[in-house]
């Protein structure tokens, strides 16, 4: 069983009545989001979808979504958006804005993004700004980690264990991972 956190362990109540919160939550998100660490191991997840119905479905803040996420982040197309159920945190902070109309974005499972970081799967295009070009797939490895504001264009891999220092933009691939990159635009700054 992976760790738990502390004051957020399950109570005996509360492991005989997670069947029933399960049940009571289905109609709000898809069910392979209502399982994973979050859901299973703590108390978090269900906060989590408590906050998304009220703030999301009830008070219309933002557009519902299929998995719990706060009411300050925006996903274009949530079909388009691959990532694991024990990461549902990513989508907790304010600001994340993960714009893939015309192409993927996958997050390997463990990477953490943090507040106002861009991932982007498409660009206007410059001599109609109106329309967009065809949009690229943007992967993320596993255990990769965003720092603060930071934005990822379009067609970009980060291999695993990529850790992308705060304020930067990532404008091309990094598909070795191991790897400290930070500036505008990103670059290499050490091996891990």
């Avoid at 695993?160 to 505008?184: D, E, H, L, Q, R």
């Amino acid at each position: 069983m992976s760790q738990m956190i502390a004051g957020h362990r399950p109570t005996r109540l509360f492991r005989w009545l997670r069947p029933a919160l399960k049940w009571l939550l289905r109609p709000f998100f898809a069910p392979q989001y209502l399982s994973g660490r979050f859901f299973d191991d703590h108390l978090s997840g269900y906060r989590w979808a408590i906050r998304a119905i009220w703030q999301r479905n009830i008070l219309r803040l933002a557009r519902p979504l299929p998995f719990p996420a706060n009411h300050a982040i925006s996903i274009s197309n949530p079909r388009n958006l691959i990532f694991h159920p024990d990461d549902l945190n990513n989508f907790q902070s304010f600001g994340i804005y993960l714009q893939n109309i015309g192409g993927t974005i996958t997050i390997g499972r463990g990477c953490y993004i943090a507040p106002n970081v861009g991932i982007i799967t498409t660009n206007h295009n410059f001599l109609a700004l109106d329309d967009h070009i065809e949009g690229e797939d943007v992967v993320l490895g596993e255990g990769c980690w965003l720092g603060m504001n930071t934005v990822v264009l379009p067609g970009v891999v980060l291999g695993n264990n990529t850790i992308v220092g705060a304020g930067s933009v990532v404008t091309k691939s990094f598909p070795k991972g191991k790897c400290i990159i930070a500036g505008n635009p990103a670059r290499f700054i050490r091996d891990l």
